[in-house]
């Protein structure tokens, strides 16, 4: 399945979850929801950036990082109401970065997990050049580690001393998923 800026990702099975979680491109549309998680400090704490204080502010964002970026899909419900987003950036010509954010309402019930599965199941296939995806987790983000363990992703190791965020160094654990591992 090839998936481009139209594309909209639903599981293929029926999953255990309550919900059915699917991801689709995210719109300018969506800046209301957008903004729920957008300016929740527990969901950004992790996050390069710091809580949106305006919507103009989110506006902006979108227009200039969400809306051009290459692979970036908005996490959704049965509503299709955007819950979080999901991304992969690329590193170079044979790796990408997977991030994701989550509305603090909606942790703990399988959402992230799954949507995590889903991009891990097509990404390899709508980028055949692609051999690693891979995640950068702060180390005191003990939610997102656990996520991606649960899809399947091998924890590689801690990047000591890896990145200055908000104000600190941060030690950071690296993950990575090769098309020929197993999904969980």
Same mark, same amino acid.
């Given at each position: ?12 099975? $029926?999953?255990?979850? =309550? ?13 209301? %929801? ?25 506006? #902006? ?5 969400? !809306? ?9 419900? #049965?509503? %299709?109401? =955007? ?8 590193? %170079? ?8 954010? !989550?509305? $603090? ?12 599965? !889903? ?9 055949? @050049?692609? #051999? ?5 987790? %702060?180390?005191?983000?003990?939610? $997102?580690?656990?996520?991606? #363990? ?20 941060? @030690? ?5 998923? !090769? =098309? $020929? @591992?197993?999904?969980?």
């Amino acid at each position: 399945m090839e998936i481009d800026s139209f594309t909209t990702i639903k599981p293929a099975v $029926s999953s255990s979850l =309550p919900e059915k979680v699917h991801l689709r491109p995210m719109t300018l549309s969506d800046i209301n %929801d957008f903004m729920v998680w957008a300016t929740d400090s527990k969901v950004t704490r992790y996050c390069t950036w710091e809580p949106y204080t305006s919507k103009e502010a989110g506006i #902006e964002y979108m227009n200039n990082v969400i !809306l051009p970026h290459p692979w970036l899909r908005a996490i959704c419900l #049965e509503d %299709d109401r =955007p819950i979080g987003s999901i991304s992969v950036t690329p590193v %170079d010509k044979i790796r990408g970065e997977i991030g994701y954010l !989550l509305g $603090s309402k909606y942790w703990g019930r399988g959402i992230a997990t799954e949507a995590v599965r !889903l991009v891990a199941a097509e990404i390899f296939k709508e980028k055949p @050049d692609m #051999e690693r995806l891979e995640a950068l987790v %702060d180390v005191e983000n003990v939610g $997102s580690q656990k996520v991606l #363990e649960k899809v399947g992703f091998v924890r590689e190791g801690v990047m000591r001393k890896f990145m200055y965020l908000k104000g600190d160094v941060r @030690d950071m654990v690296m993950f990575s998923f !090769l =098309p $020929s @591992d197993s999904l969980h």
